[in-house]
């Protein structure tokens, strides 16, 4: 409250008193012809925690650019001929309408459309669209472990690594602070070149050996050794599996749900609003 105190004070003493007037619209603070810009317009322009002297620069500053505005805006209107003026017109208000009518179909569109996507659903779309989901990458599916190549019992991780039944990945995980990183979860795919970034061993000389199929890589940095075992690939220009491009699939058919019900929507509100004598077309 003080605040706001203090920058009506500085208002007016950049306001003539002859214009601090009341009306309908509350308390003028500044005025450019016809048109006056009122204390409620400036409110909430500062902070609670900016200083006086941020205060006041912050509200001259903004009553100088308004003023300016309704200058070039008056200066237009003398200057501009009636039919661009009502060009303009009607382009404020086409947008004016657009601005409404696309905050309600987007609500409508919120509380109407279900955003869940079966994994039946999305099947049927990928399997009728296999054709769109080449893939542009190489993606592997793969686990590692990178650790110091003196670690103790070396030779038993790299022996579970590979073999990896349950008990092997019990005693892994059961050991994974030792390692420097990993990653035993080789059920997701990944692209390789998010692989590429996270070991800095794989380069452009070696990165083939992790697009082969069941192979099991080891390859040996400044920091340590990467043990990695390959389980599946896909090269580029083959088929992306369904779990990968699930996301993808799962927002087109949100797409297409939303689409079908704004053009039900359209159809639907003229219907009703001829059937309720809201709309008639006069011949």
């Known amino acids: 409250m003080r605040k706001k105190i203090y920058i009506l004070l500085v208002l007016v003493s950049v306001c003539s008193c002859e214009f601090l007037k009341t009306s309908d619209e509350g308390s003028p603070i500044a005025r450019v012809n016809e048109n006056y810009l009122y204390l409620d317009d400036i409110e909430d322009l500062v902070s609670e925690d900016a200083s006086q002297e941020d205060s ?57 459309v279900d955003r869940k996507v079966s994994f039946e659903e999305a099947e049927i779309y990928y399997n009728n669209n296999k054709e769109v989901f080449k893939l542009n990458e190489e993606l592997i599916k793969f686990r590692y472990i990178h650790v110091n190549e003196n670690i103790i ?66 390859l040996k ?31 087109i058919v949100i797409n297409k749900r939303k689409l079908e019900f704004i053009r039900e929507l359209e159809k639907d509100i003229t219907k009703d609003a001829i059937k309720n004598k809201q709309f008639e077309i006069y011949n």
């Open 153 to 218: 019992d070396f030779d038993n991780i790299k022996k579970k690594l590979k073999r990896y039944n349950s008990e092997d990945r019990k005693a892994l995980d059961s050991i994974s602070i030792q390692f420097k990183s990993y990653s035993l979860n080789d059920s997701i795919w990944i692209k390789l070149s998010q692989v590429i970034k996270k070991i800095p061993s794989v380069n452009s000389e070696n990165r083939n050996q992790l697009l082969k199929k069941s192979n099991f890589v080891q």
């Open 56 to 112: 006041t620069l912050i509200v001259q500053n903004f009553i100088k650019r308004w003023a300016t505005q309704q200058l070039l805006v008056d200066g237009a209107k003398l200057n501009l001929g009636e039919d661009k003026q009502a060009d303009f017109d009607r382009l404020v208000q086409q947008y004016k309408n657009d601005l409404y009518s696309k905050a309600y179909i987007e609500a409508l569109v919120e509380r109407s």
């Open 221 to 251: 940095d400044s920091l340590g050794v990467y043990l990695m075992q390959i389980n599946d690939v896909l090269v580029r220009n083959d088929t992306a599996p369904l779990e990968y491009v699930k996301p993808t699939i799962d927002q």
